[in-house]
């Protein structure tokens, strides 16, 4: 509302008893569903809440990515072998 609009409000609701009950009335309803919705937020967040430890907490995790990295890092550098033939495939 502009302030020409504001002043134009209170003044009504100054002069008019009825128009002041029903702008109370509003309001009211207006606060009680904001505090309904607050409280059912609050209910939701406490139930979303995870029951356990995130998974970064077990340090176990980090020994099972440090193994899996360090498998991948050995078989990534090794030297690439020629297959042996055995003796009898060397004569053929």
């Given at each position: ?27 009211a309803i207006r606060k009680a569903l904001k505090d309904i919705r607050h409280e059912e ?52």
């Amino acid at each position: 509302m502009s302030e020409e609009e504001l002043a134009a409000f209170n003044r009504r609701i100054a002069r008019d008893d009825a128009f002041a009950q029903e702008v109370a009335g509003r309001m009211a309803i207006r606060k009680a569903l904001k505090d309904i919705r607050h409280e059912e937020i609050t209910q939701i967040l406490r139930q979303a809440k995870p029951a356990s430890k995130p998974v970064w907490g077990n340090p176990m995790i980090y020994v099972a990515a440090a193994l899996l990295a360090g498998s991948v890092l050995f078989f990534i550098f090794q030297p690439f072998r020629k297959p042996q033939l055995d003796e009898e495939e060397r004569r053929k």
